[in-house]
Structures are given as C-alpha cells and as structure tokens.
C-alpha cells in the first residue's frame, strides 16, 4: 500500500484536474441571509472553511467503512483537496463501488438557524450528493417530527439540473412520514452554488442561491438540535452506475451556520 500522504495528495491532484477549472474560494464570502427573527440578529455559530491538508476531525467524523445502500461508505473516500475545499469521491474499487461522508454527530449539534454551503455538485450519474441534517430522534414515534426530523436540504439524484428537498419523520418503518419537493435549477449543473436552509421553530424554509424555493411547517417541525451531514450515495435512485466514468466528486468550499442572537439594546 502507498504511504497516506502520497494518497490525499494524489486524490486532490485528481479532482482539481478532472474538475477542469480553477477554484474560486469561498473564504471571506458574505452570505445573502434573510431577515433575522423580530429582535434578534444573525451571528456566526459554526462553521467549517475546509482550509489546510487535512479535515478537521474536532468538527467532522468521517463516515465508513461499511456497506450503504448499493455501495460502500469509505473513511478515504472523504478529504480536503488542499484548495480550500473538501472533496466526497465515488469510485469503482475492484468489485465494488464506495463513495465519502461525513457529519458532526456529538461534535456539533444545534437547533435552528440559517445552514447554508456552498457546493459544486458531480457529473457522473448512478450517485448523488447530499447536504442534510439528521437527529437520533427521528426513529420516535408518536409526536410527529418535534423529536426529530431527517431534513434533506439538498439532494441532486438527477444531472439535469432537477434537485429535491424533503423531511422524514416518526421512523423508517411502518409509522414513517415523509414531504418533500422537487424543482429544476438547470444552472446548477456548472460551477458553486450554494443551498441553504432557514429553520424557525414554526416551519422550514429552503433555498438555492439565496431564493426561495419551497416553505413549509409539514412535520411538525423539528425542536431538537440536529447534526449536519454532506454524503454521497450510490444507488439506482441516481441512475447505473455501471455506466458512470470515475472517480466522481461532490466539492464543498464551505458550511456555515448563523445563530439568531437577541439585539441589544442601546
């Protein structure tokens, strides 16, 4: 086996050439917010700028290696590229197909906000990438999604621009809830963009670059802290991947969160 270093160093090499363009990075960028809450004003509670070699792993576990869904979660399947920008890669691996993710499960969880990151999403078909929030409670049932809720700000199953945003609810079995929407942003297809989610504890709204794109209290809305996850997938939702050239990337330049802060009074 190749030394550690020769392997991160070479997966960026790789993802930089075969994205074909320069990055543009994202570090200092000011995001379009939308209005605060009545009295309050939006501070910077969390964020992660994806700057350096190596992912910070006091603010992200990487996720693997175990099977998931028609794939395999892999630990080295998930880095920074050394360009300010952390790189998920789909790949084919002898037999298999094994795809990155990561999330900040007991590193940082928090409830309500504004999440947003900024993303350049895959070409190749048979995967997709994620950018969602999750909390243990979503398998309780019996008071709707207040105890949790899977909250899909972005998912990009298609390569034709059309994108999804959905919750889950009160399980995975047979009690399971679900809403959700689907929408075409052609331009998405090209270059960063970035998807972002306001949630209040009355609903949730969702956007794309800064527009809105769907708003909505179905669920019950989540009460509980939950915890930020960028994956990718593989599986048929996202077409064959048989017939995918790879390796494959999904690239975030960064994840920022605002906290809705009380004014103070001058």
């Known amino acids: 086996m190749r030394p550690r270093k020769w392997f991160f160093a070479g997966l960026a090499a790789l993802a930089l050439a075969g994205a074909g363009c320069v990055h543009t990075p994202g570090r200092g960028a000011k995001d379009s917010l939308p209005p605060p809450p009545a009295g309050t004003k939006w501070e ?42 952390l790189l998920l890669r789909t790949r084919k691996d002898g037999e298999r197909y094994t795809c990155g993710a990561v999330n900040t499960r007991g590193k940082f969880e928090h409830a309500f906000g504004y999440y ?12 997709w990438p994620a950018f969602w929030l999750m909390a243990d409670g979503v398998n309780t049932v019996g008071n709707q999604g207040r105890d949790g809720t ?5 998912e990009a199953p298609w390569r034709d621009g059309r994108l999804t ?34 949630w209040l504890p009355e609903e949730y709204v969702f956007y794309v670059d800064g527009r809105e794109i769907w708003r909505t209290a179905q669920g019950g809305v989540s ?40 004014r103070r009074l001058k």
């Open 165 to 198: 945003c959905n919750l889950h609810w009160d399980g995975y079995g047979k009690d399971h809830r679900s809403a959700g929407t689907n929408f075409c942003r052609p331009e998405v297809m090209e270059g960063w963009h970035t998807f972002s989610l306001l």
């Open 150 to 154: 899977e909250i899909d700000i972005m």
């Open 116 to 127: 947003v990151a900024r993303c350049k999403l895959p070409r190749q078909e048979g995967h």
């Open 44 to 85: 910077l509670a969390w964020a992660d700028e994806f700057e350096g070699a190596v992912l910070d792993e006091t603010k992200w576990n990487r996720l693997g290696d175990w099977p998931r869904r028609d794939g395999y979660w892999v630990r080295e399947d998930a880095c920074l590229s050394g360009r300010g920008t």
């Open 223 to 262: 009460q509980v802290p939950e915890f930020i996850k960028l994956t990718e997938e593989i599986g048929k939702w996202g077409g064959e991947i048989q017939k995918a050239a790879l390796p494959d990337y999904f690239e975030v330049d960064y994840v920022r969160v605002y906290a809705a802060r009380p």
